[in-house]
């Protein structure tokens, strides 16, 4: 699964994937995030212009969650192993702009009549931090494996 286990009933859907997971089988979360580095001082402006076109019922405090390794920790595919890799590139303002506009709560049909402002925000607020039109950014993929213990 991508992005999308920490949108399920995660409990739940680790019990029905008990039934369907093969015996030696085993359950991959994946992931990628930005690293806490210089290089990407400016997810803050992106996320602070994400947020202010996002309707408050619609924000969730990332921070707030009970972290994945928690809920594989109390289900059937406890064991878990964790993978990493790191590196960094450079990416173009209107990449950035596709990347907000490919999130759910500021896709076009979302924002409306406000796409327009909000991607002139975007660049504008982004602009300062490219070099020859691009951003550049550290970016970690994560893969947690889970699987049975015995497995």
Sequence with gaps: MGRSFHWMARDRTLAALDALVIPGGAIGLFAIDHQDTSENAWRATFTAIRDRYTPPSLRRRWSDEEPHEAVLARSVFSVVHRLTYTWRQRVSIDDL???????????????????????????????????????????????????????
Excluded: D
Aim: hydrophobic share 45%.
């Design 97 to 151: 702009a596709g990347r907000m506009l490919s999130m759910s709560v500021t896709a076009p049909t979302a924002l409306g009549e406000r796409r327009g402002k909000l991607e002139a925000e975007l660049r504008e607020a982004l602009a300062p931090y490219a070099t020859g039109g691009l951003v550049e950014e550290v970016l970690e993929a994560e893969a947690l494996l889970a699987e049975r213990p015995g497995s």
